[in-house]
């Protein structure tokens, strides 16, 4: 599997929460092949199985979500478009590139005043969302046709090779961890499993996680796994809250989770000798695995981050080592998983 090439391909695709569809299709083909039977639901998720041909067989459930963050325009002011951000901190915004998926899309980019007519006092300050503006080279009335209200934006599509192992896109949130979950398919095709596996590319998460809910309230699966990024460690970050590149994936650890399943996790991931880090999460996760642990009466849970630094901007860098030793350990734990663990 070239994982490089998914990725890139996955990341070109603008699709923020609400919009996924054009990322889902993109998935869809790469899932087609590594399951029996793929189809996408209601809320737009991408849902692939493969039955172990049990009668009454229990479910695994693996998660990354397919949504990024993104804008969405709320005005137009002299051909200039206002926005609202979905996951996006204004901060990030002066001058960056982006992506307006009008139909057809179109470039722009976030106004700014160069600092020569800037004071002192203002150069220091964050500006605010509300006082940001994109520049599509347009008219009032050639924005007024071409970009309704509504409109999602996304960063424009990057996809740079940082040394030899790093890799800096935006959408890597959560689109690499996605492919860890074609990875690790394709680790165990050929191999039997004591249960069905479903893999999930979810909607909606960057908005509160309802693509992931919705699927695993209407799979009742026996297990889950959610399957995100987490901060990755750069020399201002602390170190209590940030993992290294290329130490493997963090194992979250608190609430959400299920202690067994933590504990087969690491188990595993010590038999398989796969490097880990211990993430200690004591309240929500802060990922799809969050509401989809009280899904039906409850679903044992996992989650896997993968390092990643500088989230939710358009350089979001990763170690694609990572993304292999999670589709190692989610592919160790699946094969190590037995139906007598469901209770
Ligand atoms: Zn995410």
């Known amino acids: 599997m070239k994982i490089e090439r998914m990725l890139e391909r996955l990341c070109a695709v603008g699709a923020p929460s609400g919009f996924e569809r054009p990322a889902v299709l993109a998935a869809k083909d790469m899932l087609e092949p590594l399951v029996d039977e793929v189809w996408i639901d209601r809320l737009g998720s991408l849902v692939g199985v493969r039955r172990c041909g049990k009668p009454g067989a229990k479910k695994l459930l ?19 478009l206002h926005f609202q951000s979905i996951g996006v901190d204004a901060r990030m915004l002066p001058d960056r590139e982006v992506m307006v998926l009008a139909d057809p899309p179109m470039l722009g980019v976030v106004a700014c ?7 002192m006092e203002d150069r220091e300050k964050a500006p605010k969302t509300e006082e940001l503006l994109i520049d599509v080279g347009l008219s009032q009335e050639e924005a007024e046709r071409q970009v309704p209200l509504g409109t999602p934006v996304v960063y424009k599509a990057n996809f740079l090779r ?10 890597m949130d959560d689109r690499a961890c996605f492919v860890s979950l074609l990875r690790a398919a394709e680790l165990l095709s050929g191999k039997e499993l004591d249960m069905d596996l479903y893999i999930m590319g979810s909607t909606r998460e960057e908005t509160g996680g309802m693509g992931a809910k919705v699927v695993t309230q209407a799979l009742a699966p026996d297990f889950c796994v959610a399957v995100d990024v987490t901060h990755g460690r750069t020399p201002d970050s602390s170190k209590d809250e940030a993992f290294v590149l290329g130490g493997g994936p963090a194992v979250g650890i608190g609430p959400n989770m299920t202690r067994w399943m933590v504990r087969r996790m690491l188990d595993t991931a010590a038999a398989e000798e796969i490097a880990v880090q211990k993430e200690i999460m004591e309240r929500s996760s802060g990922t799809n695995g969050w509401g989809m642990q009280i899904c039906n009466e409850g679903v044992a849970t996992a989650v ?3 390092p990643l630094k500088y989230m939710h901007t358009p350089v979001e ?3 694609k080592n990572d993304i292999e030793s999670t589709a190692r350990l989610l592919a160790a734990f699946a094969a190590g998983l037995r139906e007598e663990d469901a209770q």
Not at 113 to 119: G, R, T
Request: glycine residues 10%; aromatic residues 2%.
């Open 304 to 306: 896997l981050s993968i």
């Open 113 to 119: 005043l160069p600092p020569h007519v800037l004071s």
């Open 62 to 80: 693996l998660d990354a979500h397919l949504d990024e963050v993104g804008l969405t325009v709320t005005g137009i002011k002299n051909g200039f």
């Open 162 to 171: 940082l040394g030899k192992r790093q890799l800096c896109s935006k959408a």
């Open 317 to 319: 860098t990763l170690n």
